[in-house]
């Protein structure tokens, strides 16, 4: 049996996938009704960050992996020290779960990132940006940021101002404004034998800081694709990380350059669930129960990944037309949470869409063509919560 912390969709998709290889997997989540204890061999119930639930996880459980990065690496130490096998160890998970400290691991390892500064070094008395800086900047939090939430254009000295005296400085820090052409994603993994697993580098579209939809292969060139690849086993070497672990890349005039690390599987990668021949999922399950992994290639010629966030029902088609609908559409394959109720924003489910066209272009028009037709049965939103 293997544990995870926590019970939202990454661990449901990731039970799914662990009951094709017939592994049981016990769950530690906040809520009875969350989406991954269904199907879950047994659940603690407890919040993901609660150290006794987790010690409860424990029982039985040979690997015990973690869902998101919002976990107190301070209190799972003892229990490491108590025989957890934490898949990553904690040590190689510390330094990712703030995004200060990830900024600073890519300084140390010249991995490109955008011009970063702590919050805490601007004056609160006189507030102006570093030298050479402009405005807009972006103001990140290092920690719980995700989907757009814990970030803020700052356009000014004023809001800049505004910014200092409504934060907690310490856990802030302001990004320079990146212009790039595209956002891609690459989803990597590591064993405990030291394999380095690669899924195909992404391009992510996002809308209001949300990823919209995911297109796999990402059209750049092979190279950009190999220095993607290189800065991901760069820092999995570092780190001795054994786990699933993805990038977010800005790519434009300036190259290419890591904007965030999830230590997690990632939402650029649901593709592989039916693209691929072994899923992102499939790589964690294998890794937390020790088994080897399969090297994952695609079934297809590519995929569109499209998210679905949820609707007014006041306003939108009924639910259950427009997942009928969706179900209906010609190799596509849909993924419902099994969250309720509908709600404005909030992330329900995605689809994924197999493509037919052989080359780059094609699969461009191809995927313009589904994302119409997608959108046309399930539009999109501004404005999100999950």
């Not at 040590?91 to 990830?102: C, G, I, M, N, Y």
Request: aromatic share 8%; net charge negative.
């Amino acid at each position: 049996m293997i544990g995870v912390v926590g019970g939202g969709q990454l661990a449901r998709m990731l039970v799914q996938a662990a009951r094709t290889r017939s592994i049981p997997v016990a769950v530690q989540t906040k809520w009875e009704n969350d989406p991954a204890v269904d199907g879950a061999e047994r659940v603690v119930v407890a919040d993901p960050r609660d150290v006794a639930g987790t010690l409860k996880l424990m029982e039985g459980c040979d690997g015990i992996t973690f869902e998101n990065e919002w976990v107190s690496i301070d209190a799972l130490i003892p229990l490491e020290r108590q025989g957890a096998c934490f898949y990553p160890a904690l040590e190689a998970f510390a330094p990712l779960v703030d995004k200060l400290s990830q900024r600073q691991l890519l300084e140390d390892l010249a991995i490109p990132s955008p011009l970063w500064c702590p919050l805490s070094q601007i004056s609160q008395a006189q507030p102006g940006l570093p030298q050479g800086w402009d405005f807009p900047v972006m103001a990140k939090a290092a920690r719980g940021g995700y989907d757009g939430k814990g970030t803020a254009v700052i356009n000014n000295v004023d809001a800049l101002a505004q910014l200092l005296r409504s934060v907690e400085i310490s856990g802030w820090f302001l990004e320079a404004w990146v212009h790039f052409e595209r956002e891609l994603a690459l989803v990597v993994s590591r064993d405990a034998n030291g394999r380095l697993r690669s899924f195909p580098l992404v391009e992510t579209y996002q809308n209001s800081r949300v990823c919209d939809w995911v297109l796999v292969p990402a059209c750049v060139e092979q190279a950009v694709e190999a220095l993607a690849y290189n800065m991901a086993a760069s820092l999995l070497t570092k780190l001795n990380y054994v786990g699933v672990l993805a990038l977010e890349f800005f790519y434009g005039p300036s190259g290419l350059q890591v904007n965030e690390i999830a230590p997690r599987t990632h939402n650029s990668g649901h593709f592989s669930i039916e693209a691929c021949t072994s899923s992102q999922f499939d790589q964690q399950v294998c890794i937390a129960a020790g088994l080897p992994t399969p090297i994952p290639e695609m079934r297809s010629e590519g995929a569109l990944m499209v998210n679905l966030l949820g609707l007014d029902p006041a306003q939108a088609t009924p639910l259950a037309q427009r997942l009928t609908e969706l179900r209906q559409l010609p190799k596509a394959h849909l993924h419902w949470y099994g969250k309720s109720p509908e709600s404005p924003g909030r992330k329900l489910g995605h689809v994924t869409v197999l493509l037919n066209a052989k080359d780059a272009i094609g699969r461009q028009r191809e995927a313009r063509y589904v994302l119409r037709v997608v959108r046309q049965i399930w539009p999109g939103l501004s404005v999100h919560q999950d």
